[in-house]
Each structure stands twice: as C-alpha cells, then as structure tokens.
C-alpha cells in the first residue's frame, strides 16, 4: 500500500528565486494532486550581511510572502516559515519537528556548476527522516 503524503516542505533560496524555483512548482503541483499540505520555509543567515535588513525574521517573512503571492499554489494550504542558521540543518530539523513526509527541494547553488548534488541538498538527503525529491535546474 502506498505512503499518503499528507505535509510537504519545500525550502526556497530567496536569493536565487530569479534564476530557478523549478522545485517550488513541483512541490505546488505535488501538494494539488495528492491533496496534502505545503510548507514554504527559507533560511536566513544567523548574522545578516545586510545592514539595511534590521529585522531579519519580518525582512525574510515579508520577501516570502511575496514570492508566494507572486506565484500563488491555487487549492492548497500553506505555510510560511522563517528559520535562521545553517541551511542544512535547518531543513532537516523543521521536516523532524513539523513531521513532513516528503521534502522537495532544487539540487544546487544555480552558481555552482561543479557539484553532482548540492551540498545542501547532499546533507537532507543524508539525514533527513522522511522522503527527499530534489529536482534539477
């Protein structure tokens, strides 16, 4: 008998959503066929570069809300998570804390051309409890 995926986490780089949120979309069309939730979470930095950015959790919170707003996941329900800290681990800890059955997620820095696999991506995959589909640029 299949898993249900009732939740999904679907981590999104704010940074690069110009070049690539192919993940974003396949979370959002994941969640419509299999009628489950979607939790759009980003990580900001511990320490923000900015100095324009005085408040990082509502700067990174508004930017989100944004970003969903600008690419809306008709007929679902969403929520929106700020974390801040290393990427990897943050990913992998709210998947634990929230229970998710499935995290999608892009496979890399669309910088970085070198890598087979995303560091980031590598270290969810690794350690994280429930299913990961890491879909390609």
Known sequence: M??????????????????EYNAYTEAVEMAQRRGARLII???APEIERNLNIYNSDAYWGDELRKFVAAHPAEGIEIDLVV???AVHRQIVKLAHERKVDL??????????????????AS???THAECSVYVVRS
């Open 2 to 19: 299949p898993r249900q995926t009732r939740l999904i986490l679907c981590p999104v780089n704010l940074r690069h959503l110009k070049v």
């Open 123 to 125: 270290h969810v995959v």
């Open 83 to 85: 974390r801040k800290g």
């Open 103 to 120: 995290i999608v997620m892009e496979a890399a820095n669309p910088k970085v051309q070198d890598y087979l696999l995303g560091t980031t």
């Open 41 to 43: 979470a980003t990580v």
